[in-house]
């Protein structure tokens, strides 16, 4: 049988249609993966997910949200497009240099599927503000590049009870974290990183000391992906571990991570 009929047939004999016959094509490719089906692809169409940081993480991960059919994406950051940054946050163009970052990437998202809604906030994203945005989230992401921002949606992530799929990425490594504050037990990204406020800002960042743009991407493809499981319950998400990928070898690591039970966010705090 002709491809194209054989879909007409496929679409025709649905049983049960949650999906309208445009959903179901568009997003057949997924809705084939027996882990998704058409079951998955309506919660992924309901879910709303918030990614913090619109850079070299968020980038990928927003565009493969969209394709995925997330049905509403939160995008913050406070910044605007650089020519230094389009050597790895892909979801710019060059014509968007000096234009607001989350501006311009709900531009790209519309464009790539306007059938989901997305909400651009220019903020750089902590206090009240971002309590209420964790608050309305399904899934958090954080693609920040800053420690004060990743250990304030930690925070904001325990208390709301909502997992929080993190990635990282500075020079030729990349790291993602995953963790799942639905059940209230695990550790926190402050059991592994501890750190008070008065430190001072990380003296690394890519800024100062680089970064290869397929392993950022990398990152924030597999946020893409773990948050995808989270929303379908596909599989098994990686929640309490540190995945470390190095670029110039290729090798990944995987570490399994203790809840420090001293941990001011998730644990005692004594
Ligand atoms: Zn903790």
Redesign the pocket.
Known sequence: MPLISCWYVMTALRVAKMLSDQAFMRYNRQIMLPEIGEEGQQQLGQAQVLLVGAGGLGSPAALYLAGAGVGNLIIADDDEVDSSNLQRQVIYRDSHQGQSKVQAAAEQIKALNPHIRVRPVQARLAGQRLTMEVALADVVLDCSDNLTTRHAVNQACFNAKKPLISGASIRWQGQLMAFDFRQGHG??Y??LFPWQPETPQEPQNCSNSGVAGPVVGMMGTMQALETIKVITGAGEVAFGSLQQFDGLTMAWQKFNLA??KR?P???TGE
């Open positions: 550790p926190c402050h059991c809840k420090d941990c966010v998730c644990g």
